[in-house]
């Protein structure tokens, strides 16, 4: 079982930046792929960006390309989003998951999930 709580968000002017913590505790956190998603009411939620365990990165969203970044320490079982020069459109609840080993855009490919980080870009 592994348990996940995010942090970090709030209401940012446009052009700013947030950093969004994921911190997991359970049963070898480590070794789990780490997605990042956001999702918009009346939308289906997306994948944004996500770490394996080997600390490989894969970006599922253009739109996020050159302004945020995904890291991990496992010393202290933490996933970080580095959200830079934030648009409106980047408004939505961010969500962390775990999933096994890979990194996959898909929602279904995660067995754990946190409740949520509400994050507002608005001037």
């Known amino acids: 079982q592994l348990q996940l709580a995010e942090s970090g968000g709030g209401l940012v002017q446009p052009g700013g930046s947030l950093r969004l913590s994921c911190v997991a505790s359970?049963?070898?956190?480590?070794?789990?792929?780490i997605g990042w998603f956001r999702q918009v009411p009346g939308k289906e939620r997306e994948a944004v960006l996500c770490?394996?365990?080997?600390?490989?990165?894969?970006n599922f969203l253009d739109s996020v390309k050159g302004r945020f970044t995904i890291s991990r320490n496992n010393a202290e079982n933490t996933i970080s989003l580095q959200m830079n020069n934030l648009k409106p459109e980047d408004t939505a609840v961010y969500f962390c998951?775990?999933?096994?080993?890979?990194?996959?855009?898909?929602?279904?490919?995660?067995?754990?999930w946190g409740q949520g980080t509400q994050v507002t870009v608005s001037s």
């Open positions: 998951a775990a999933g096994n080993y890979v990194c996959y855009p898909d929602d279904y490919e995660y067995d754990y």
């Open positions: 359970g049963f070898g956190p480590h070794k789990y792929a």
């Open positions: 770490i394996d365990e080997d600390s490989k990165v894969k």
